[in-house]
């Protein structure tokens, strides 16, 4: 899968859009016909690498982005919320990569696409990605090679790109002095919610740690929580200029 991975981008970056604009139809296409997950996920990362490929990208290019976000993230918001609704043990790995598109997606582009509605209903997912629990039973990380185990698990990648995808919304308030106000408001009023996922989990974590009870975290789940609470401190700061 590696080389692989390698391998698109090396293909978005040296052949998209110039040499292969037809590259994004093509996988727009097979991945609204997939009826399996191994064909979805597969469109999904190719989706995944484009998009990380024109994250920080200024050029005239960014207009087959504008187009694929315009055809994809709803199509992509659906999936995802019927997906949680469904609870298929098999749609973790298919919404990893969503979130991380989510996450990886140029701030600029993704403000074009947003509503409250969009908005509201990505937050719903990303919530659902952070509480997610596969229900099997792992030993306590009680030396550092298990607690890096623990971070490679499906369910630790999914919690984190969930939160670090949170992060970067409340990172796309806090630096977009222009940003609508019902968008402000609508994560706003939201935010409440997300933080007492994100407390509660640090919370259980140090009860544990002083009780000296062992007990099964990821290190990487801790530190992206207190990074968005971190954010959701200053972003509550800036309440005064959106929602005045």
């Not at 590696?2 to 981008?9: G, I, S, Y």
């Not at 298929?88 to 997606?105: E, R, Y």
């Not at 550092?144 to 790109?161: C, G, H, I, Q």
Request: hydrophobic share 45%; aromatic share 12%.
């Amino acid at each position: 899968r590696k080389a692989l991975e390698e391998v698109l981008k090396y293909l978005v970056n040296r052949e998209y859009p110039t040499k292969w604009p037809e590259l994004l139809n093509i996988v727009v296409h097979k991945m609204t016909a997939a009826t399996a997950i191994k064909e979805l996920y597969g469109s999904l990362r190719v989706i995944y690498n484009v998009v990380s490929a024109f994250k920080d990208d200024l050029r005239d290019e960014q207009e087959p982005l504008k187009l694929l976000l315009a055809k994809l993230f709803p199509y992509l918001e659906n999936l995802a919320l019927n997906g949680i609704k469904k609870g298929d043990a098999d749609f973790h790995s298919v919404l990893h990569i969503m979130i991380k598109t989510l996450q990886n997606t140029n701030q600029k582009q993704l403000l074009l696409y947003l509503t409250p509605t969009s908005l509201r209903s990505w937050l719903i997912v990303l919530k659902w990605g952070w509480e997610y629990s596969s229900g099997e039973t792992h030993a306590p990380a009680d030396d550092w090679n298990a607690m890096f185990r623990v971070n490679d698990l499906p369910e630790t990648k999914l919690k984190v790109s969930a939160m670090e995808a949170l992060v970067c919304f409340t990172q796309l308030f806090i630096l977009n002095a222009r940003i609508d106000a019902a968008l402000f408001k609508t994560f706003y009023d939201i935010m409440p919610s997300l933080l007492d996922s994100a407390i509660s989990y640090i919370g259980g974590v140090i009860r544990a740690n002083e009780a000296q009870t062992p007990v099964f975290y990821a290190q990487a789940c801790v530190n992206s929580a207190y990074r968005f609470l971190f954010y959701a401190v200053q972003m509550h700061n800036k309440v005064g200029e959106f929602l005045s």
